[in-house]
């Protein structure tokens, strides 16, 4: 999940991870270098301000990532569309509601999908090595899932009553390819931890603990504490501290690490930009808010706790 690539602001090349030994490139990796470069020329890089429309699909608007909320309305539209075929197929007496049901749910699952398959192209622009390779499969599957409903869909359109054998058999096999892909999303999710809180296990103690000398604390430069086990990136603006998690929502990036424009840090890795005063994700592809922690001054040590 690591990157290096030029700052927008300062024009500096910032190193975020070691260099990787050079491999031959497998041909997922091509397609997904191709496929990455091209979703980034249309929504937009982390790092090029205004980053609106990318962050918009990210879902930090919201708190939480945007496409695990849209992909259960395909999955739930589809699968109810293959339940309205069998019924329309062994039960002649529901043929006219069954079959238009049918037909209403493939439309409501392709306006569904189109809406996942965006907003999961976004995340996918960020990721790297196995779940990305993962992630591409789990788009293929859904592309092909897509295709076949909405092939499904013209069949019943140009139909009287909204009925096609052809169409039912384009459903059953489009609901298995969208439920493998489903299953490989949540791969992603359980085993390589992709859109989870990487601040979630994080533990806070309810006591102030001292974390650096007054003296110690440059003005204006983001400095790693540890409270309580727990990294912290701090910084000082004149009489005012602020101090939030140094381990970034999004996947674990260092913030100490990050760019400091004002009140905000660019955590290093995928550029998202957080309020060092709050915590807040401004820009994603981070949605989660870093934990805050209160900071008090006692016999000239920086004591801080979890807010
Ligand atoms: S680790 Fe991805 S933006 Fe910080």
Redesign the pocket.
């Known amino acids: 999940?690591?990157e290096t690539s030029d700052d927008a602001t300062t024009g500096n090349v910032v190193e975020t991870a070691p260099t990787p030994p050079a491999t031959p490139s497998s041909l997922t990796d091509r397609i997904s270098d191709g496929l990455q470069n091209a979703v980034k020329a249309v929504i937009g890089s982390?790092r090029k301000p205004p980053r609106r429309f990318k962050t918009l699909l990210h879902g930090t608007w919201l708190g939480h990532p945007l496409h695990p909320a849209i992909t259960d309305v395909p999955i739930g539209a589809w699968l109810l569309a293959v339940i309205f075929d069998i019924v329309w197929l062994v039960s002649p007496a529901a043929s006219v509601w069954a079959a238009r049901g049918a037909e209403v749910a493939v439309i409501v699952g392709i306006l569904g999908a189109i809406g996942a398959a965006v907003t999961g192209l976004a995340d996918w622009s960020?990721s790297y090595g196995a779940e990305r390779t993962v992630g591409l499969y789990h788009a293929g599957l859904n592309s092909l899932a897509l295709i076949l409903f909405i092939i499904s869909a013209a069949l019943r359109l140009g139909t009287s009553d909204g009925g096609s054998v052809a169409g039912v058999a384009l459903d059953i096999v489009g609901l298995v390819s969208v439920l493998v892909a489903a299953y490989l999303g949540g791969d992603m999710v359980f085993d390589k931890g992709v859109a989870v809180n990487?601040t979630a296990w994080e533990a806070g103690g309810d006591d102030f603990e001292a974390a650096l000398p007054v003296a110690d604390l440059p003005e204006h430069a983001l400095r790693r504490v540890m409270v309580a086990g727990v990294p912290v990136v701090l910084l000082k603006m004149g009489d005012k501290y602020s101090a939030i998690a140094a381990t970034?929502?999004?996947?674990?990036?260092p913030?100490d690490e990050?760019a400091l424009q004002g009140d905000v840090v660019?955590?290093?890795?995928?550029?998202?930009r957080f309020r060092m005063r709050d915590g807040k994700p401004l820009t994603?592809?981070?949605t989660f808010a870093q934990p805050r922690y209160d900071v008090r001054v006692r016999n000239g040590m920086i004591e801080l706790r979890r807010a």
């Open positions: 999940m690591r982390n960020d990487h970034c929502s999004h996947a674990g990036g913030l990050g660019e955590c290093p890795w995928h550029g998202s994603g592809p981070a």
